[in-house]
T-cell receptor, first 117, second 114 residues
Framework: KAGVTQTPRYLIKTRGQQVTLSCSPISGHRSVSWYQQTPGQGLQFLFEYFSETQRNKGNFPGRFSGRQFSNSRSEMNVSTLELGDSALYLC????????????????FGQGTRLTVV | AQSVAQPEDQVNVAEGNPLTVKCTYSVSGNPYLFWYVQYPNRGLQFLLKYITGDNLVKGSYGFEAEFNKSQTSFHLKKPSALVSDSALYFCAVRDPGGYNKLIFGAGTRLAVHP
């Protein structure tokens, strides 16, 4: 079974530009979550999508947005990039059956390393 | 607020010796707890989880974790460390009100010396 695939693996962007990151979850997984990892702040939750709907959002500015398609693939967009957006962006997929589900472990992709210059 | 603490930035252990990576949590209700490992320039790999049941949970690569409700801890253990276990380890708890949102500890770097 293929794992979580994130593209691209590496990106270099200039301040003020925008960027789109892509994530293909494990087949059959309907929940996709995004995390930002930085040395200073650690792993921080951005948002979660389930069946094309955002059902949870972290404490990030509106420049960070996402969406999910009918095949569960997800994209994350960051507009007006700032130097502080440089990070490893991780996508995680899970079955996400519901709040009390025991099949709750998330499987992560290898991440997209974004560098803003 | 829900939180996870990993009190050690780094743990050093000799190959063949047992290892423990510590984690404590604060969460309302029954916790769903996880351990992940991260190798350089890679994503997180799932090691094990605790949902309910036996307090000793067995996971991948010979790792296990002990859930202690009274001490609100979920320490990761391995009886005999390998050099290849050297990596960054994260403890996480699922946010009770946040569907699949995970709250992570700051991470502990494990260094296993030959």
């Amino acid at each position: 079974k293929a794992g979580v695939t994130q593209t691209p693996r590496y990106l270099i962007k200039t301040r003020g530009q925008q960027v789109t990151l892509s994530c293909s979850p494990i087949s059959g997984h309907r929940s996709v979550s995004w995390y930002q990892q930085t040395p200073g702040q650690g792993l921080q939750f951005l948002f979660e999508y389930f069946s094309e709907t955002q059902r949870n959002k972290g404490n990030f500015p509106g420049r960070f947005s996402g969406r999910q398609f009918s095949n569960s693939r997800s994209e994350m967009n960051v507009s007006t990039l700032e130097l502080g957006d440089s990070a490893l962006y991780l996508c995680a997929s899970s079955l996400g059956r519901g709040q009390g589900s025991r099949d709750t472990e998330a499987f992560f992709g290898q991440g997209t390393r974004l560098t803003v210059v | 607020a829900q939180s996870v603490a990993q009190p050690e930035d780094q743990v050093n252990v000799a190959e063949g010796n047992p290892l423990t990576v510590k984690c404590t949590y604060s969460v309302s209700g029954n916790p769903y707890l996880f351990w992940y490992v991260q190798y350089p320039n890679r994503g997180l790999q799932f090691l094990l989880k605790y949902i309910t049941g036996d307090n000793l949970v067995k996971g991948s690569y010979g790792f296990e974790a002990e859930f202690n409700k009274s001490q609100t801890s979920f320490h990761l253990k391995k009886p005999s460390a390998l050099v290849s276990d050297s990596a960054l380890y994260f403890c996480a708890v699922r946010d009770p009100g946040g569907y699949n949102k995970l709250i992570f500890g700051a991470g502990t770097r494990l260094a296993v010396h030959p």
